[in-house]
C-alpha cells in the first residue's frame, strides 16, 4: 500500500461507507450516494435548513402534550398523570411538561406548533421497524430503501445549489431518513474538519479499486472543507454541556459558516432514549429538559447566525407510548404521539387534535387522527416546492404549520 495511503489511515482511523462497500476515511463519518436522476428544483427552497430531531426509543405524548383536563387521562395513569398545577397550559384543554419551559417563548412568539397525533394505520411496535417506517415513509407492510430525504432530492432539490454535503447527521451512527442521499454521518464535527484538514489522498493511481476508494476519500475531504470555514465569527450562544447541547453547537457552527459556501440543507439529530418502561416519571423530565435547553439554544445560535427564520425544527420518534401506564412505573410501546416544529416560519399553534383517550383500538393504544406523512408532505411541498407524491408515493393531505 502506498506510503501516503497508510499515512491518511493512520490520522483518520475510521470509516467511510459509499455504496455497501466499507472504505477507511474520517473518523465517525459515514457516506451515503444517493440516486442519479436529477430533476429542476423549485427556487423557494434555496437556503432553507431542514433539521430533524428524532426521539429515540419512543417518546410519551401524553406526559409531552398534557390532556389535563381530560379525566381519562388521570385514571389511565393513577400515578404517572401530571397534576394540572403543574403543567405549563397552553389552553383549557392542553398544557406542555413543565420541564418543556424553555420553548414558552417560542409558543409565546408563534414559532412553535404542536402537531398533534401523529401516527400510521396498522402500527407496528417494534423500534427497529417502527423507525424505518418513519425514516422512509413507508407503509406498514412495505419495505424501501431510501430515507424520504433522499427521494426529495431525487425530486428536485439536488439540482438547487452546490451542496458540501446534501446532510449532516450529528451523534448518532446512522442516518436516518438521509439514508441514500450523498450525507455524512459524525460523532464529532470538530474530529471530523480538524483531523480530515491533516489528511491528503495520494493521487489517483493504481488499481481500479484503490483509485475508487481514494476518490470517496476526497469527496470526504472536500466536504469537510465545507464545513470548515476560518472566516466564520465564533457563537457567543452559549450551549448545553449535555449531549443534545453540543449536537445542537456543532448544527448551529456548521449553518453558521457556509455563507456564501454552498451549505447543508438538512441536519439529523439525535436525543434519547425515551424508551421508559419503569421509573417513568424522573428520567422522562430530564430528557425533556436536555430536549428543551437543546432547542432554545438552537433557536438562539441560528438567530445569531441569521439563519432561523429559513430553518424548520422538526422532533419525531418511532413511536408513542400506550395510554395506561404499566407496573413498572412506566409507560410500554405505543403508537400515535405528539410532535413539535419549529422555527421562524413556522406557523405557531395547536394543529389537529389529539386522540380520543376513551376509544382505545384493540390493543388499547390510542388511534392516531394524523398520518405522519403529510408531515412529510407539507415540507416537501410548502417548504422545499417539490412534489410530494414523489416523495412519498402517493397523496396525504398538507398541514397547516408552515407560513405561506
Known sequence: MHSTRREFMRLSGAAVACSGLALPGIPGAAWAQGSSGLLQPAASA?????????????????????????????????????PAADVLRLDGALGLHPSLAPLMPLWEKHELALLLGLGYPQPNLSHFRSIEIWDTASAAREYLDEGW???????????????????????????????????????????????????????????????????VEAGVLQAAEGLRNPDAPALRTEFPAHGFGQ??????????????????????????????????????????????????????????????????????????????????GGTDHGTAAPHFALGGAVRGGVIGRLPDLQRLDESQNLVHTADFRQVYATIAQRWWGVDPQAVLNGRFDALPFIAA
Open 149 to 215: 430525504v433522499a427521494r426529495a432530492f431525487d425530486a428536485g432539490l439536488r439540482e438547487r445549489g452546490r451542496f458540501t454535503a446534501e446532510g449532516v447527521a450529528v451523534g448518532t451512527a446512522g442516518l436516518g431518513a438521509l439514508s441514500g442521499a450523498r450525507a455524512v454521518s459524525l460523532t464529532s464535527a470538530e474530529a471530523f474538519v480538524n483531523e480530515s484538514r491533516l489528511a491528503r489522498p495520494a493521487a489517483l493511481q493504481g488499481n481500479a479499486a484503490l483509485a475508487h476508494v481514494l476518490k
Open 247 to 328: 449536537a445542537v453547537r456543532a448544527c448551529c457552527a456548521i449553518v453558521a459558516g457556509q455563507k456564501g459556501r454552498g451549505g447543508v440543507p438538512v441536519f439529523h439529530l439525535t436525543h434519547g432514549s425515551f424508551d421508559t418502561h419503569r421509573g417513568q416519571l424522573p428520567t422522562h423530565a430530564a430528557l425533556l429538559k436536555q430536549l428543551a435547553e437543546g432547542l432554545a439554544a438552537l433557536r438562539e445560535g441560528l438567530v445569531e447566525a441569521g439563519a432561523w427564520d429559513r430553518t424548520l425544527v422538526l422532533t419525531y420518534s418511532e413511536f408513542g407510548r400506550r395510554a395506561r401506564q404499566n407496573q413498572s
Open 46 to 82: 434555496a437556503n432553507r435548513v431542514l433539521v430533524l430531531v428524532e426521539l429515540k426509543g419512543g417518546n410519551d405524548g401524553l406526559n409531552t402534550v398534557v390532556p389535563y383536563a381530560d379525566p381519562a387521562y388521570a385514571a389511565l395513569r393513577p400515578t404517572l398523570a401530571l
